[in-house]
């Protein structure tokens, strides 16, 4: 899906749909971090009023994603309780640091390109979620939820690589380049976290 090297495992969505009090959980903590991280972008990115105000909807509508997510559980009676440990998003920053260095590329673009790419497999990981919950028949509400949040993702993906293009003045081609190289890495994290039974919601 969009730029992604590596598919999500096929037993991703049994695993993470077997404890769903904890999916919802996590996915809640991971709407709140999507909304922060658009934030803490804006005063970086203050010099280009078009990207910051794009951020600041971006992080409203994650806000109310995360009210929403909140809202299920609250109805089921299940707790939210603390954010798990997010090593998917802590190794892929972790990645991108490790880079080559590029002097002439703000360091804001490679932050708005991971952040795309988290998207992107979050958008991936609901269309997972829907097909499973579909073919399970087990909760419709659920399912509702995750078929309502899958466009706004994907429309994230979007959003994202097209701020960090205008950051580089509309310079597309280095910004998929970019893309091209950080999705390699995404992809490598994405295999070995598979490895060790990953249950990662992503969106962080
Ligand atoms: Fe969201
Ligand atoms: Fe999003």
């Known amino acids: 899906m969009f730029c992604l090297t590596t598919a999500t495992d096929t ?11 904890r999916l ?3 996915h809640a903590h991971c709407e709140l971090k999507a909304a922060s991280n658009a934030l803490s972008l804006v ?22 994603h995360y009210e929403a997510v909140l809202a299920l559980l609250q109805r089921r009676g299940w707790r939210l309780g603390p954010p798990l440990e997010d090593t ?3 190794e892929l920053r972790k ?11 703000p360091a804001a673009v490679d932050r708005l390109l991971v952040a ?14 829907i097909e499973a919950l579909e073919a399970s028949n087990v909760d419709a509400e659920v399912l509702a939820l995750y078929k309502d949040l899958f ?13 960090a293009a205008s950051c580089l003045g509309g310079d597309r081609r280095r910004v998929e380049a970019r893309v091209e190289l950080l999705a ?6 994405v295999e070995r976290l598979a490895a060790e039974g990953d249950r990662c919601v992503v969106h962080g």
């Not at 795309?116 to 979620?129: D, H």
């Open 11 to 21: 037993q991703w969505a049994p695993l993470v749909l077997a404890d769903l009090p």
């Open 24 to 26: 919802l959980a996590d």
């Open 43 to 64: 005063p970086r990115l203050i010099d280009h009023p078009p990207v910051t105000q794009a951020l600041s909807e971006l992080a409203r509508e994650e806000l109310l």
């Open 88 to 90: 998917y998003a802590v």
């Open 95 to 105: 990645a991108v640091q490790k880079l080559p260095k590029d002097p002439t590329l």
């Open 116 to 129: 795309a790419l988290i998207e992107a497999r979050s958008c991936e990981r609901f269309k997972l979620l």
């Open 151 to 163: 466009p706004s993702e994907a429309r994230h993906y979007v959003t994202f690589v097209d701020l």
């Open 184 to 189: 390699q890495e995404e992809g490598r994290i």
